[in-house]
Structures are given as structure tokens and as C-alpha cells.
């Protein structure tokens, strides 16, 4: 999916819940960048700026979006396969992805300088964020009761100057706000690592159709494509 066609999908699924906070508003068709949206509020004529962004982790989108890198891999399994029936139990890709409390902070407070630049116009009355993951649910057992706090303590502590920043989740299409910058959260949550642990996300090989398979290697063995690791920076 491309950019802007992801964009406008968040923007649709964030819809109810702007609706229930706003009231009727129009979509503003043309802005599309800088920030990637816009609403007007029909009640109040108040345009609201909307900038969009994805708060996983950059290695770990380009590991698993990247097509290219498993190709090979996948020719040789489809060889196999088609030449002596043989495949592979090991995933294609297998990362383990850590949910620590400022997961969602650290994905949306890249965006203070993109509110300076916006609200120099004076164009706009209100700025939102719409945050998604790949990843992280509102489904997920720690996300009420340890992400959603965390991120509201710490984007209260840093003041983060958008009005609103809302979570959107493209599973269960539901979308909540999780910080709003006029009822700040002073407590400091609890930290738990149990909560942090995350999920791992594996592709799987390309598996013979109508035969019984052992999935458990998925989760157990070592993916055909590791994640790149960090090269060390040599001391001088």
C-alpha cells in the first residue's frame, strides 16, 4: 500500500472516534502532505491538521517489508519443493519485538518539529497525530493498563504540543486517544518489564498444500534471513 493510500485508510478508520469528539466534519481532499491531513469542524469552520505517522521501528519494518532480501530463498524452496517434495520448517524471517513503556512515545515526539512548522501558518485551530503499528493492538493484554498510561505520562512530561494524539489500530479498525495535551497525566506509572516483553513475528517458508506439517520450528529455529545486526563502531 502506498503512502498516502495508508494515510487515507488511518484517516478513515480514525472517523468514528473523530466524529464522537468533533462532530460533523469534512475531509479536506487536497491536503494531503505537510500535514498529510485536514479536517473542518462544520459546527465551529475550526481546521484541524492531522499528521499520520507509523511508530515501529525502522529496522524492523525494513527487515519485514523488504521482498527482495527473501526472494532467493524462496526460489530454492519452490525448487525443492517442486523437484523431490522437500521443504523447510524454518521461517523465512523470525524478529522479536520488544514493547518497552516508551514504544509509542518514541514513535510520536519525532513530530514536535513538524507542530512548529504548522502552527507558524496560523492555519490551523488544532493539531492531531494519528499513530498506528503493525505490531502493537489495543488488543494487546498491556495496552490499557501500561502503554496507553505510559505514553500519556510521558508525552504530559514533555508537553508534547499536538492537541490530541490517537491511537488507530488497523486489526481491530478501533481507535482510541491516548494522550490529550489539556488533561496532561502527572503520576509516573509503574515500570514492568513482564509487560515489555513484546511478540515474535515470523514469515513463514513455503509449505507443501495437503500435507500434515510441524509448525513448531516457526517459533524454535533460526529464519532463513536474520535481521541485519549492528555493526560496531571501532574505537580510534
Not at 469534512?26 to 469542524?41: K, M, N, T
Not at 513482564?194 to 517458508?205: F, H, L, N, R, Y
Amino acid at each position: 500500500m502506498e503512502k498516502v493510500d495508508r494515510e487515507r485508510y488511518i484517516l478513515e478508520l480514525a472517523t468514528p472516534l473523530l466524529s464522537r469528539l468533533y462532530g460533523e466534519f469534512e475531509i479536506i481532499s487536497e491536503q494531503l502532505d505537510r500535514p498529510d491531513a485536514a479536517i473542518i469542524i462544520k459546527k465551529s469552520n475550526i481546521k484541524i491538521g492531522i499528521e499520520i505517522t507509523s511508530i515501529d521501528k525502522k529496522k524492523d519494518q525494513e527487515y519485514l517489508n523488504n521482498k527482495k532480501i527473501a526472494s532467493e530463498v524462496k526460489g530454492q524452496q519452490v525448487e525443492n519443493l517442486l523437484s523431490d517434495g522437500s521443504y523447510s520448517s524454518r521461517p523465512i524471517k523470525k524478529v522479536s519485538i520488544s514493547f518497552p513503556c516508551d514504544y509509542i512515545f518514541e514513535g510520536v515526539v519525532k513530530k514536535v518539529e513538524k507542530y512548529r512548522s504548522y502552527s507558524e501558518s496560523g492555519e490551523y485551530g488544532e493539531m492531531l497525530v494519528l499513530a498506528f503499528s503493525s505490531y502493537l493492538s489495543v488488543d494487546h493484554e498491556t495496552f490499557n493498563d501500561y502503554h496507553k498510561p505510559w505514553t500519556n505520562f510521558l508525552l504530559s512530561e514533555q508537553v508534547f504540543p499536538f492537541d490530541k494524539v490517537i491511537f488507530v489500530d488497523e486489526r481491530t479498525r478501533k481507535a482510541v486517544v491516548i494522550y490529550d495535551k489539556a488533561s496532561p497525566l502527572q503520576e509516573t506509572p509503574l515500570v514492568d518489564s513482564e509487560k515489555e516483553a513484546g511478540i515474535t513475528v515470523v514469515q513463514g517458508s513455503i509449505l507443501p498444500v495437503g500435507k500434515t506439517v510441524n509448525m513448531a520450528g516457526l517459533f524454535t529455529e533460526e529464519p532463513h534471513v536474520s535481521p541485519k545486526k549492528k555493526s560496531k563502531k571501532r574505537r580510534r
